[in-house]
Structures are given as structure tokens and as C-alpha cells.
């Protein structure tokens, strides 16, 4: 069940949606985090990176769709949600964070960021960890 006070919205980006089956592969540097994804078919398929810079708080959580509703945090499957109303966000005031929950088949990752961007994006039949192996080495 949510924390009272929470509340989730859509993110104002617009980001490709994410695939039903897949999990993501994700790196991060202790500043940045990239979240490589298989696109759902609606949104043209294929693979998409992000990266969140500026990160103040990653987490990766074994939470499944099957178990969202248990969540005291907002979320929806397969999607990305901003949270607002938390303290994480308020700890870092001066910095202007984000905070948001993703959802894939198998887990759930939140992050407290500044900033994110549409990284990369590709039609190749690649798997989200080779795509992402492919982007770090340039």
C-alpha cells in the first residue's frame, strides 16, 4: 500500500514504453545511471537507453507487476512514475531532484535524479545488456 501523502504522475518526458517481457539491463557510476530496455511494439519496438545524471538515490527492487499493489511507493506496470510528496525529495531540495519508480516484468527500480534523456535508441534484434555493452564501449 502507498505512503500516505505520495502521489504519482506521468513524467512530462516522453519516453518509448516499455516491453511486458523483458527486464532491463542498468549500469551506474555512482552519478549516472543507464537503463537499457526493450521498447514495447506500440512505441515501435526495438531497444531504448536512458540516462538519469546528477543521481542522488538508485535502488533496484525484486518488486514484480504481480506485487505493485503492495508498493509504498507509487507505481504501474511497465511504466515510469513520477513521485511526488516524498522525503527523498525534500532532502535534496536545493538541488532540484526528480524522483521516479519504473516498472518492468521483474523488478522495480526508483531513482532520485536531476536530469534524464533518450540516450539511445536502435531497431536491432539485440538483447537490452548487449545494446547496453555496445553504448559504454562507444
Known sequence: MTTPGLTGSEPR????????EADPAVFFDGSNLLISYKV????????????????????A???????LSEAPFPVSA???????GSDKITRWAGQAPRYWS????????L???????????TQEPLSPAKALGRFLMG
Open 13 to 20: 518526458e516522453e519516453l518509448p514504453m516499455i516491453e511486458t
Open 40 to 59: 514495447a511494439p506500440l512505441s515501435g519496438g526495438g531497444l531504448a537507453i536512458l540516462q538519469f545524471s546528477d543521481v542522488l538515490e538508485f535502488k
Open 61 to 67: 527492487d525484486p518488486l514484480n507487476v504481480d506485487e
Open 78 to 84: 511497465w511504466a515510469f512514475t513520477e513521485i511526488t
Open 102 to 109: 519504473i516498472s518492468f516484468n521483474d523488478m522495480t527500480l
Open 111 to 121: 531513482v532520485v535524479f536531476e536530469r534524464v534523456r533518450l540516450a539511445a535508441q
